[in-house]
Nanobody, 127 residues
């Protein structure tokens, strides 16, 4: 397993931007697919974005496509989520996750493929 620690959350006005970071520890980080999920108060956790171990393949929730960008730096063991044009409905706890499966399986299984989770970082977007 890998250990994950998120940072970069905060309060931002609608239309603004934030960049979330996820620091991973563990020798096998490079083989994991990585993802970002979010959970708003009173709602279930939902998928936001994911990236393959190579960084070549990405996937996004329809609600964030075109506004958010996921990336990773394998040498630094970091995963990032650049969030632009933020909306009040983006307000949530953003959680980083790692999946020790190949990219195809991660896409098929979705959230159940992710076995390692961080504690999350809060993002609040004011209107």
């Amino acid at each position: 397993q890998v250990q994950l620690v998120e940072s970069g959350g905060g309060l931002v006005q609608a239309g603004g931007s934030l960049r979330l970071s996820c620091a991973a520890s563990g020798r096998t980080f490079s083989r994991y697919a990585m993802g970002w999920f979010r959970q708003a108060p009173g709602k279930e956790r939902e998928f936001v974005a994911a990236i393959s171990w190579s960084g070549v393949s990405t996937d996004y929730a329809r609600s964030v496509k075109g506004r958010f960008t996921i990336s990773r730096d394998k040498d630094k063991k970091m995963v990032y989520l650049q969030m632009n044009s933020l909306k009040p409905e983006d307000t949530a706890l953003y959680i980083c996750a790692a999946a020790d499966v190949n990219w195809g399986e991660a896409l098929v299984r979705g959230e159940s493929a992710f076995g390692s989770w961080g504690q999350g970082t809060q993002v609040t977007v004011s209107s």
